[in-house]
């Protein structure tokens, strides 16, 4: 029925319904439906490629089915997530193929695709919006033997030489140099939204912009020492400016209340950050709270650590249970305060504020509050709309299920290991749950995945793990996770020690292992996986399937044995029956003697058996699995029968001398 009413549509309306999905969106969704569909979206004209972290399927997918001429927007990124992203894309396509391109995205480009794209950007005659993460990997800043500054002006300024900058409408450069800057402010007449965050302005710089047609304009984090004449000076050029945001240190006069109301009666939004030092701030407060400010653009400003700064945007967005509202501040409702929290810590002890965080998306628990009655934290946040938590290896089991049933949007987990012992138990106390909406998975601080059981048990626990970020100990515990997190797309493993030739080797064995890309960070290694391959086909490493399939058994026996369904139980008592059957048999084909027979068999396998082997078994299920704490208690009977065949003799004149 849903096919034929897509059927129904007409062209235009799909390419309606196109506009608002990402092209990996429209392909997975629509693609090889039906011939009508197909037709649809080959004349799609408007695609946007987005590929920050994207998975290397829908990369992939994208690029098979892509027509550049069809290609309206492109972000990409070789950030730690898809590492070696451009260059597989500049390999597939040439830029200048791209003849409809309006806006480009680099985020940390290679310097090498860096170079290429600056090379062919002025044949992109309708880009209008260029976006540049220039905080490039340190890899990249290898070619520079210049100071910390200089690779970030040097890089700016060559990509500049080839940056069709006269016709751009929407330029935002992280990290740029003010000679860039000073280039940009020339060339770049056109601009409607400028987004600069500048490093190494001089602090007596003078900024004269002349952009008639510049809508909205963020001046990041200067070292500039303005004073309010260099702010109006700035701005007298700009005569459709309605949206300004501007972070510097400068002079006590920035907090003048009137001259910022007369400058920008037209504005929508305005936002400034200022390390000032005030005298008088009780005074400087009230000269803000006139009806132009709190009424008519309800715009409230704060000063806090001799800074002077509008809210809610530059208040900090993470809070732990000592949080206090900004004591110098203009603001009439303290709920814009909370709403911008994102991020809560409770480091001792839970305390409820004045009002609840309603929009917390990363939750962090530390030391004693990990081990306390959590029952008062929903009262505090919003657990429903948390996305990522953060724990210690010490919480307890109880808390851990609290929590994950509190929170139904949960899709990151990290957790924080202090010691070894405290994962290992925190393992030991979760290993039978199974969490699959968890999509990112991290590992952090001191503990190495160094046991082949806990590497597959993890996969077993998280089995819809995207992204895992861990330590491991060697290469076979790094192929174990990336075969048994059978949807993982990018992971990161840090090694304890890798040294050059260990990168050599490894290298080797990585490219027999995994379809993708990968690049070394010093110990670290970082994928971008494509797909696993089974690594028991694998004959370079055929000697570890047998184990490989034996563990796989053994767990699937573990999870069974450790639920309380009814074929669970009925399964665990029949494989103690069927065990217990053999003991028993074994016995009386060792030993003849029926006295003896009847006597040891009341000792060693009747009840009383149970009263001295529950505490060995406690302790040892403790770190162990089910079916091997089953196993031990069996062998240890095994033991047991041998030795009172062995002993025969002995036996039967202890039982004469018990009778007599």
Same mark, same amino acid.
């Given at each position: ?9 007409? *062209? ?53 089915? *892509?027509?550049?001429? /069809? ?148 001046? /990041? ?119 911008? *929290? ?109 046991? /082949? ?100 058994? #053994? ?31 074994? #016995? ?73």
């Amino acid at each position: 029925m849903k096919q034929r009413l897509l059927d129904e549509l007409p *062209i235009e309306i799909l390419h309606i319904l196109f506009s608002y999905l990402l092209a990996h969106e429209i392909f997975y969704s629509f693609l090889n439906i039906n011939s009508y569909l197909d037709a649809a979206i080959v004349s799609y004209p408007n695609y946007q490629l987005n590929f920050q972290s994207i998975s290397k399927y829908y990369f992939d997918l994208v690029c098979q089915h *892509i027509s550049p001429k /069809r290609v309206i927007a492109i972000t990409l990124s070789d950030d730690n997530d898809t590492c070696g992203q451009s260059e597989i894309f500049l390999s597939r396509f040439q830029i200048d193929q791209f003849v409809k391109l309006r806006s480009l995205t680099l985020i940390r480009i290679e310097l090498k695709s860096l170079k290429y794209i600056n090379l062919h950007l002025h044949k992109l005659d309708q880009l209008v919006s260029l976006t540049c993460d220039l905080t490039l990997n340190d890899s990249s800043f290898a070619i520079f033997q210049l100071g910390h500054w200089m690779k970030f002006s040097l890089v700016s300024t060559d990509l500049l030489s080839g940056m069709p900058l006269s016709h751009l409408h929407h330029l935002t450069i992280v990290q740029c140099s003010f000679k860039t800057f000073i280039i940009i402010c020339n060339l770049a007449r056109q601009l409607k939204t400028l987004d600069i965050e500048l490093i190494g302005c001089p602090s007596n710089a003078v900024f004269q912009f002349e952009f008639v047609q510049l809508t909205r304009l963020i001046l /990041r984090n200067l070292s500039w020492d303005a004073s309010m004449n260099d702010i109006e000076s700035a701005l007298l050029k700009l005569p459709r400016l309605r949206h300004l945001e501007i972070s510097t240190s400068g002079l006590v006069d920035l907090a003048d209340a009137y001259r910022w109301e007369m400058l920008s009666k037209d504005f929508v939004t305005l936002k400034f950050y200022f390390k000032i030092q005030l005298s008088s701030i009780e005074k400087t407060l009230a000269s803000f709270r006139t009806p132009f400010w709190l009424i008519e653009k309800q715009w409230f400003v704060a000063y806090e650590n001799m800074s002077f700064f509008t809210i809610p945007h530059f208040l900090q967005t993470h809070a732990n249970e000592y949080f206090q509202l900004p004591r110098d501040s203009t603001c009439l409702n303290n709920a814009i305060v909370y709403e911008h *929290i994102t991020k809560s810590i409770f480091v001792d002890k839970i305390i409820k504020p004045d009002h609840r965080f309603t929009n917390v998306h990363t939750l962090e628990l530390r030391n004693k509050t990990a081990n306390a009655d959590l029952a008062a934290l929903p009262a505090v946040v919003d657990l429903h709309v948390v996305k990522t938590l953060l724990l210690p290896s010490s919480i307890e089991h109880k808390n851990v299920t609290f929590l994950l049933n509190n929170m139904p949007r949960l899709e990151n987990l990290a957790i924080n290991t202090s010691a070894d012992q405290d994962f290992e138990d925190f393992f030991q106390e979760n290993k039978h749950m199974r969490l699959e909406n968890i999509h990112t998975l991290t590992i952090c601080n001191q503990y190495v995945i160094s046991n /082949r059981y806990i590497a597959s048990q993890l996969c077993h626990i998280f089995p819809r793990v995207k992204k895992l970020h861990v330590s491991v100990n060697r290469l076979d515990d790094m192929i174990i996770l990336i075969d048994g997190f059978k949807h993982l797309s990018s992971a990161s493993f840090m090694f304890k020690s890798l040294f050059n030739n260990d990168k050599q080797d490894l290298r080797q064995k990585i490219n027999t292992i995994i379809n993708g890309v990968y690049r070394f960070d010093g110990s670290c290694v970082r994928m971008w996986i494509e797909n696993r391959m089974d690594i028991s086909r694998k004959k370079n490493i055929s000697n570890t399937s047998w184990t490989q399939r034996l563990e796989k058994f #053994w767990h699937y026996l573990d999870f069974m044995l450790s639920q309380e369904s009814p074929l669970s139980k009925f399964f665990t008592i029949f494989l103690i029956a069927y065990l217990h059957n053999i003991a028993t048999q074994m #016995w009386i084909y060792l030993v003849p003697y029926i006295v003896l027979n009847l006597f040891v068999c009341q000792t060693i396998l009747g009840s009383s058996s149970f009263v001295y082997l529950s505490p060995i078994g406690s302790l040892f299920s403790k770190y162990v699995d089910r079916p091997s704490t089953y196993l031990f208690g069996y062998l240890f009977v095994y033991i047991i029968i041998i030795i009172g065949y062995i002993f025969s003799d002995e036996w039967k004149l202890m039982i004469a001398d018990t009778v007599s």
